[in-house]
T-cell receptor, first 113, second 116 residues
Framework: KNEVEQSPQNLTAQEGEFITINCSYS?????LHWLQQHPGGGIVSLFM???GKKKHGRLIATINIQEKHSSLHITASHPRDSAVYIC???????????????FGEGTQLTVNP | DAGVIQSPRHEVTEMGQEVTLRCKPI?????LFWYRQTMMRGLELLIY????????DSGMPEDRFSAKMPNASFSTLKIQPSEPRDSAVYFC??????????????FGEGSWLTVV
């Protein structure tokens, strides 16, 4: 069983729809990251969070530490949101460990016009 | 800031040849990571450095792989000899010191390697 699991693996939506991608993890973490990878391959960090909720534009990320669960929401989705969304966690607690990430398998999102 | 810079962006090489991938981290970042992405295994950490010192290389697949960081602004990942199963996208990433900008990680554009 993977330490970080995402659902769904694939998601197709119509433009304007509200989208939710889920991430569950089974290890203790110091932070959880949501990453976006576009078809060209580049990876961008969307959020890093260790508690509560963060919002950036149409994107919202939440985390429940007790339940070991995080969600990424996209409001008013747009075709340009089509990408792979990857959940990753920082497992290490030592100060010198930096951001050693453990990744989920990713969710392929396609938003149709 | 120019971000994390990787080269080459694409490389096609023959089996048995040496491959060297290069990375320039963001200035001021003291953590540098090398990741590999394949369809079968997704993203995997190969090795990471802190202040130019290798901290964890347990993800390096075998002796054919080696990584160096001679100074704070440059790192290399070398594969010698290369094999077709090494074909993948190799990402370099960097992050600031712990507590300064948190653990936010910044990825390069990746080096797409094909070994034929």
């Amino acid at each position: 069983k993977n330490e970080v699991e995402q659902s769904p693996q694939n998601l197709t939506a119509q433009e304007g729809e509200f989208i939710t991608i889920n991430c569950s993890y089974s290890v203790g973490i110091s932070a959880l990251h949501w990453l976006q990878q576009h078809p060209g391959g580049g990876i961008v960090s969307l959020f890093m969070l260790s508690s509560g909720k963060k919002k950036h534009g149409r994107l919202i990320a939440t985390i429940n530490i007790q339940e070991k669960h995080s969600s990424l929401h996209i409001t008013a989705s747009h075709p340009r949101d089509s990408a792979v969304y990857i959940c990753a966690v920082t497992k290490d607690f030592k100060e010198t460990s930096g951001s050693r990430l453990t990744f989920g398998e990713g969710t392929q999102l396609t938003v149709n016009p | 800031d120019a971000g994390v810079i990787q080269s080459p962006r694409h490389e096609v090489t023959e089996m048995g040849q040496e491959v060297t991938l290069r990375c320039k981290p963001i200035s001021g970042h003291d953590y540098l990571f090398w990741y590999r992405q394949t369809m079968m295994r997704g993203l995997e950490l190969l090795i990471y450095f802190n202040n130019n010192v290798p901290i964890d290389d347990s993800g390096m697949p075998e002796d054919r792989f080696s990584a160096k960081m001679p100074n704070a602004s440059f790192s290399t990942l070398k594969i010698q000899p290369s094999e077709p199963r090494d074909s993948a996208v190799y990402f370099c990433a960097s992050s600031p010191p712990h507590g300064k900008g948190g653990n936010t990680i910044y990825f390069g554009e990746g080096s797409w390697l094909t070994v034929v």
